[in-house]
């Protein structure tokens, strides 16, 4: 299995990019994290948009990405567990359909 290191740089650059972003306010490492994860999952959805040939559109991977940075918000933010089950089930819709509204960001 080789690695591209196209995409890696470009989910790698966008989740630091929004983690650096989170630290403006304070130098908060929850932050961080949390606006790292989103960034990193914003650019693995939209790696079908910079080249479709080479990245094909992978909802159930960008799935997976976002209910676990939901989930691990969730339980930064010290929540219930039902809320973060239901955080959970939000991140896992809201990433199965990142492909098809990433090409809007």
């Known amino acids: ?6 995409a890696v740089c470009i989910v790698f650059g966008l989740g630091l990019l929004f983690g650096v972003l989170g630290l403006i306010g304070s130098l908060n490492v929850e932050q961080f994290l949390m606006r ?18 080479k990245w ?9 990405i976002a209910g676990g940075v939901a989930i691990a918000l969730a339980i930064a933010r010290e929540q219930s567990f039902m809320t973060v089950i239901i955080f959970g089930g939000i991140g896992l819709t ?9 090409k809007h960001l």
């Open 36 to 53: 790292g994860g989103f960034g990193a999952f914003l650019g693995f959805a939209a790696l079908p948009y910079f080249d479709s040939e």
């Open 1 to 6: 299995m080789e690695i591209d290191y196209e």
């Open 94 to 102: 809201f990433g199965f359909l990142s492909p098809f509204f990433a």
């Open 56 to 64: 094909p559109a992978r909802p159930l991977t960008c799935a997976v």
